[in-house]
């Protein structure tokens, strides 16, 4: 599981023990080359490393993920889920993107903003209140929980356990199963099957007695003719939990890691609270929810010299692209700035790019910059009690397993 590099011949950008700071290797891999040769598993594919050619994949129409065309190399048990339009091409991909679109619009988005406020305000009382919190658990996972499977989904409210404890063992189980330790496998089609069973219970009382929510909105598109069956509802629930969640926790426990970890950005962001919308597009660069994806050339195609032939796979270090000093100046450097007023930073791949960016991109963005805003508002001066963060195992997902704070 090594692939050749100058820097480093035994160097595996997957390795567990690189987890907690995967970024001086990532940095060897972009100087060893924008494109090197990786085994997948079993699966002979190419590392993408540098920001461009990431970039170019990404919103490339001769790439994609290849499983309705039966030509992906790639194993992925989320493909087959129906209705997970996250590994869909062009045209299924779209159907299914428009109809859950309609939770994130700016009215949405503007409708749902007291509502953030409010718990937000509340986990920030309790917390002054005890003198400290973890992000994770305290702040993050309660706001997920209230806005996603209970305001979009119309879920019940004290399941917050259950959604978290099954977006978590799905989310693990979105690593390539050559990754996975048997339990963590079994542990996911648990939580997947537990997980839809919960929806098809919830999806049958909202046939009964319609709702207004998201979830109700796909029932009724439905019924309408838009050919949504009974298991595409409850596949596109599971995904929107588990996405939707995974997204928004990462984003502020990565977030707000990275200023307490950096005090002259959080001080500057607490005595400019203007900075806040540019602040988290470099959290998005700098330390991103997701780390990497996975694309299928279409088509022969080229790619930074190098010829591919259809059902090539390749693998987008999207994590690495963000710190490619070829396009970023200071790439290692968390500056709050770097996106503010007229500086020409280039696009973060946080979020992706091209038709598969992150639907639920505002929500996230919403909820990180709630949470965030409150604290230095409520809580100016936060301290991490620990030097060093714990990391959860998934590799595609940068999560930290905790993030105490005193107040």
């Known amino acids: 599981m090594s692939i050749p590099t100058a820097a480093d011949p035994a160097l595996d950008p997957f390795d567990?023990?690189?987890?907690?700071?995967?970024?001086?290797?990532?940095?060897?891999?972009?100087?060893?080359?924008?494109?090197?040769?990786?085994?997948?598993?079993?699966?002979?594919?190419?590392?993408?490393?540098?920001?461009?050619?990431?970039?170019?994949?990404?919103?490339?129409?001769?790439?994609?993920?290849?499983?309705?065309?039966?030509?992906?190399?790639?194993?992925?048990?989320?493909?087959?889920?129906?209705?997970?339009f996250v590994r869909m091409d062009p045209p299924d991909h779209g159907r299914y993107r428009k109809l859950v679109a309609k939770a994130f619009t700016p009215k949405t988005i503007a409708e749902l903003t007291p509502l953030a406020g409010r718990v937000v305000d509340d986990l920030v009382s309790r917390a002054l209140e005890r003198g400290?919190?973890?992000?994770?658990?305290?702040?993050?996972?309660?706001?997920?929980?209230?806005?996603?499977?209970?305001?979009?989904?119309?879920?019940?409210?004290?399941?917050?356990?259950?959604?978290?404890?099954?977006?978590?063992?799905?989310?693990?189980?979105?690593?390539?199963?050559?990754?996975?330790?048997?339990?963590?496998?079994?542990?996911?089609?648990?939580?997947?099957?537990?997980?839809?069973?919960?929806?098809?219970?919830?999806?049958?009382?909202?046939?009964?007695?319609?709702?207004?929510?998201?979830?109700?909105?796909?029932?009724?598109?439905?019924?309408?003719?838009?050919?949504?069956?009974?298991?595409?509802?409850?596949?596109?629930?599971?995904l929107l939990l588990v996405a939707g969640m995974e997204t928004s926790i990462n984003l502020i426990g990565n977030g707000i890691h990275a200023l307490l970890r950096n005090p002259d950005q959080w001080e500057l962001l607490r005595e400019r609270p203007e900075l806040i919308a540019p602040a988290l597009e470099e959290m998005l660069r700098y330390d991103a929810p997701t780390q990497f994806t996975i694309r299928v050339a279409l088509a022969d195609t080229e790619l930074g010299g190098k010829?591919?032939?259809?059902?090539?796979?390749?693998?987008?270090?999207?994590?690495?692209?963000?710190?490619?000093e070829r396009v970023f100046t200071d790439a290692d450097t968390f500056d709050v700035t770097r996106y503010a007023g007229n500086r020409p930073a280039r696009k973060h791949l946080g979020f992706s790019l091209g038709i598969h960016f992150c639907v639920g991109a505002p929500l996230a963005r919403l909820e990180a910059?709630?949470?965030?805003?409150?604290?230095?508002?409520?809580?100016?001066?936060?301290?991490?009690?620990?030097?060093?963060?714990?990391?959860?195992?998934?590799?595609?997902?940068?999560?930290?397993?905790?993030?105490?704070?005193a107040l």
């Open 132 to 238: 400290g919190l973890d992000i994770l658990d305290d702040l993050a996972v309660p706001l997920a929980v209230a806005m996603i499977p209970v305001r979009l989904l119309g879920a019940d409210p004290n399941r917050g356990a259950d959604f978290r404890s099954w977006q978590l063992a799905i989310a693990r189980g979105t690593d390539p199963d050559w990754l996975l330790p048997a339990g963590d496998v079994a542990e996911r089609a648990e939580a997947a099957g537990a997980c839809m069973a919960y929806f098809g219970e919830l999806v049958a009382r909202k046939r009964a007695e319609p709702t207004e929510d998201l979830l109700g909105q796909l029932i009724a598109a439905g019924a309408d003719g838009d050919r949504l069956s009974e298991a595409e509802i409850i596949g596109l629930s599971l």
């Open 307 to 324: 010829q591919f032939r259809r059902g090539d796979g390749v693998v987008v270090l999207t994590g690495s692209a963000g710190r490619d």
């Open 16 to 84: 567990p023990g690189i987890h907690a700071d995967p970024y001086p290797a990532y940095r060897r891999l972009r100087d060893a080359g924008a494109l090197l040769p990786y085994e997948f598993g079993d699966v002979p594919v190419t590392l993408v490393t540098r920001y461009e050619e990431c970039a170019a994949v990404l919103t490339g129409s001769d790439w994609g993920h290849g499983y309705s065309a039966g030509i992906s190399p790639f194993r992925d048990a989320t493909a087959a889920i129906p209705g997970s």
């Open 369 to 405: 910059e709630t949470a965030i805003r409150t604290l230095l508002d409520r809580a100016p001066r936060p301290v991490l009690e620990s030097d060093t963060a714990a990391y959860r195992p998934s590799l595609i997902h940068r999560s930290l397993a905790a993030l105490p704070v």
